[in-house]
């Protein structure tokens, strides 16, 4: 989708903003913008992106809703940042394609990474970096000593290749704590103010369906939580060790027991306490507000899912906890494909786009928790509040959370495919199609074929 230019300043966009924080440092009263105001990178990137004057045309390639732009789900941002970066860089126009979710956009960036044909700045998830690794001299080099340091370790880390070439600027990052219905779990006669519910989950997986058993009791037969696969990954994402073995790269995942034993509890507790929609769905989407499951583990992010798709629905709280301690669900790039036609000007916006400033009001957009060190200390994100969420008090929430995420298991070229193998073998069991033994069988064969 194609912008046009608006006459009005983004700083004072009208309409109810999701989250109730006030991001006072980043525009003036009358409208004028600064570099202070937003973002350490916005006076070079201006400088760079304008040149000469000559027009300039970037695409930008996301995926989910990244809170970049009021296009995504035809969202009521409070800031629109793709507007933000051409009226600051007024020779500049900027197409903005987004897919639905992070499958989508692996297959288009793999099928045209080579042959070209990529948007000239590309967001890359998490979970199939390590693959793109492979590939990392078509990708522009966006090492630059204004970045270093901007970062969490981590994230820096991750898109950094052999030889120390940074081909992504960090966007998001995930720590998980658990949405609930409060509504629901008063129905089935379990505490539902948001400390009660954190006390009545702390503990390990064991502990979370053995609430879940109490739920679909308590409830008559409903569904406690979203969907098997959603689950699945936070499980898995706190195994040391899941499907790579970290020294060689081999696939380790069929003789690892701890991968089999979470795959076999999680399909004794989803017989009963799964809604069995599979994520992004239909079915699932409208569970968000027709009141099909009562909890789902909640990345930042997903806050913002929640809401733009149950806008009617009041009863949705967070509670500051996560089973077996915590986790992280996400975190992504934006790369620069090194044969586009403006890698110059598209590394001004990815950089710009990437700014802590520019995260702290992606956060209030979209609940997307930032990974740039400096955002922390913004008030912005420490002193938010979603009204949304019965006025849950976001920032503290996942700063807490944050510090209680554990390293994901070692992700390596394969993790993507494996993870997807063994996803499709739980929504056969969500589905109907197999039992849980036959489905794992079919997932078997399938991950012996990878590699």
Excluded at 230 to 235: A, E, K, L, V
Aim: charged residues 20%; contains cysteine.
């Amino acid at each position: 989708m194609s912008f046009t230019r608006r006459k009005k300043m983004l700083g004072a966009v009208a309409g109810t903003a999701i989250f109730a924080l006030t991001l006072a440092a980043c525009s003036s009263d009358d409208g004028d913008t600064t570099d202070e105001a937003t973002g350490g990178a916005t006076a070079e990137a201006t400088d760079e992106a304008e040149g000469s004057g000559d027009p300039v045309s970037l695409t930008l390639a996301t995926f989910n809703t990244p809170g970049f732009s009021n296009s995504e789900n035809d969202a009521d941002y409070q800031y629109d940042l793709i507007e933000e970066y051409m009226e600051l860089n007024p020779n500049v126009t900027i197409t903005y394609d987004r897919k639905a979710e992070s499958g989508d956009a692996r297959e288009n960036f793999f099928t045209k990474l080579g042959p070209g044909g990529l948007a000239d700045v590309e967001m890359v998830e998490v979970d199939w970096m390590p693959e793109v690794m492979q590939y990392s001299d078509l990708l522009a080099d966006l090492s630059d000593p204004e970045v270093e340091g901007r970062w969490v370790d981590y994230v820096e880390a991750g898109a950094t290749d052999a030889d120390g070439r940074l081909i992504g600027y960090g966007t998001d990052t995930g720590p998980q704590g658990v949405c609930y219905r409060a509504d629901l779990f008063e129905a089935a006669g379990l505490p539902s103010s948001p400390d009660e519910v954190a006390t009545l989950l702390d503990g390990d997986w064991d502990n979370f369906f053995a609430v879940g058993d109490d739920y679909v009791d308590g409830s008559g037969g409903s569904a406690f939580f979203d969907s098997a696969s959603g689950i699945w990954q936070g499980m898995t994402n706190q195994l040391d060790v899941a499907y790579e073995d970290p020294e060689s790269g081999e696939l380790i995942v069929l003789d690892n027991e701890a991968v089999k034993a979470n795959y076999d509890q999680l399909m004794a507790a989803s017989e009963t306490q799964s809604s069995h929609f599979g994520q992004w769905t239909e079915d699932w989407f409208a569970g968000l507000s027709n009141g099909a499951y009562a909890t789902m583990l909640c990345p930042p992010w997903m806050l913002g899912v929640i809401e733009g798709n149950a806008t009617d629905t009041t009863d949705w709280n967070l509670a500051n906890v996560y089973p077996n301690g915590g986790g992280n669900w996400g975190g992504s790039w934006l790369t620069v494909p090194a044969n586009g036609e403006n890698v110059e000007a598209a590394t001004a916006f990815a950089n710009w786009l990437t700014a802590p400033e520019q995260q702290a009001k992606a956060f209030a957009n979209a609940g997307t928790y930032p990974s740039q060190v400096a955002a922390y200390d913004d008030p912005a994100v420490t002193g938010a509040v979603n009204a949304y969420f019965n006025d849950a008090p976001i920032g503290e929430i996942f700063a807490e959370r944050a510090q209680a995420v554990v390293p994901s298991p070692y992700k390596g070229e394969y993790y993507f495919q494996v993870n997807d193998a063994i996803n499709n073998a739980l929504t056969r069991v969500e589905d109907g199609t197999d039992d849980p033994a036959a489905s794992w069988d079919k997932a078997v064969a399938d991950i012996e074929s990878i590699g």
